[in-house]
């Protein structure tokens, strides 16, 4: 026997060795994978069996006292999208187009590891610190939320007519800095000056005032905490995933874009955010899902009362805050118990829905980034 035959046998077993290792570990994940599939698909059918007694109940008039829960779990979702969006996205569209590689790579893990934090958490400080907070300051804290967005928008036109010298001792690259220091002062001169102007206009007491005028009567927890609360728990995957989709648009678009003469901005606006529209678009959707099924921070933080109402001050009741306080005092087999867990089903096949449509625009995406960069 030759030397080298020799030598090639421990190489022919290590390579045996390999492939059996991986031909066990796709095994193993295609198994995982396909065990979530049929437990997906367990879960649906066991909802949609426990269901099926309300119609044979003949008790279909029951399924009216699902609306205000059903319009709770939007009008929730919906102040969370209101204030989760405008700020995931900025934040998205700033870190990935302008902001510096050294501070993207600080900033970047930070906010994606605000995910972390439980919604428990979340909806404890929102229900027993920032309610009642607003509660006693309702003026200052409207005044805020008004006044800081204006600020942003007042302190964008002020940087765009500086002269040049000035918007290169400011860069954008380092926005992420001074426009916390602006953001502070202009969060201190609201809760100052709102006080004062609220005097000034004869309205010391908001909650009077809106209940005397208006007929809106303020709770103290209401959709506007729950709106904050939520969106604060949203912000951190919806800014991950747009940030994503933004950071892969193929860099010879953008490029390109700047060399015919366009501005970075308005390359992100006319070049970046319309290649990477269907991930933006997937990001929402995700995170519409995440709040839609979202159950601590509404049930700590909403009041739980089921009403029919539009407005911000008032209270609401989600599909899954119901079903997290009454499932465990409802008697199995009865009209409670299967409306609960007819809510449950709703809930599932709206998320199922939402993140199936949300993972098919995404792959829809990539394909279009593989096929602009000329790969198959």
């Not at 022919?12 to 997906?40: E, K, P, Y």
């Not at 569209?93 to 930070?110: E, G, Q, T």
């Not at 005032?209 to 009567?217: M, S, Y």
């Not at 953008?254 to 390359?267: D, I, K, S, V, Y």
């Amino acid at each position: 026997m030759s030397p080298d035959t020799r030598a090639s046998r421990p190489t022919l077993r290590a390579r045996r060795l390999r492939s059996a290792r991986d031909r066990f570990a796709t095994g193993l994940i295609t198994a995982g994978g396909i065990g979530v599939l049929v437990a997906l698909l367990a879960l649906g059918l066991f909802l949609l069996w426990e269901t099926l007694p309300l119609l044979r109940l003949g008790e279909l008039s029951v399924l009216a006292q699902l609306t205000p829960l059903a319009w709770g779990t939007l009008k929730a979702a919906l102040f969370a999208l209101l204030f989760a969006v405008p700020v995931a996205l900025g934040a998205a569209m700033y870190s990935a187009m302008f902001m510096s590689a050294h501070l993207r790579s600080r900033i970047k893990p930070v906010l994606e590891l605000m995910e972390a934090v439980p919604g428990v958490v979340i909806g404890f400080i929102a229900g027993l610190v920032l309610a009642p907070w607003v509660e006693r300051h309702l003026v200052s804290a409207l005044g805020v939320a008004i006044w800081l967005p204006c600020s942003v928008l007042l302190l964008a036109f002020v940087w765009y007519r500086l002269p040049p010298g000035w918007r290169r001792r400011l860069p954008l690259s380092g926005a992420g800095l001074w426009l916390v220091a602006w953001l502070a002062a202009m969060l201190a001169l609201a809760l100052w000056a709102a006080p004062l102007l609220a005097s000034f206009l004869g309205v010391e007491d908001l909650r009077f005032w809106l209940d005397q005028r208006w007929g809106i009567d303020y709770a103290t927890r209401n959709a506007m905490i729950v709106g904050v609360a939520m969106g604060f728990a949203v912000i951190p995957g919806l800014y991950a995933l747009a940030e994503d989709a933004l950071a892969d648009v193929p860099a010879h678009l953008m490029e390109g874009a700047q060399a015919l003469g366009a501005t970075r901005w308005q390359a992100l606006w006319k070049v970046a955010i319309a290649a990477a529209g269907p991930g933006l678009f997937s990001a929402v959707m995700i995170s519409a899902g995440r709040a839609v099924g979202e159950t601590m921070i509404v049930l700590m933080a909403s009041g739980n009362t089921a009403l029919l109402s539009a407005s911000p001050f008032e209270g609401m009741r989600s599909m899954a805050a119901a079903i997290a306080i009454e499932l465990p005092e409802a008697a199995p087999g009865g009209v409670t118990y299967h409306l609960l867990i007819l809510a449950a089903l709703l809930l599932f096949v709206f998320t199922f829905l939402v993140n199936t449509l949300a993972e098919v625009v995404r792959q829809r995406l990539r394909r279009r980034y593989r096929r602009l960069e000329g790969r198959p």
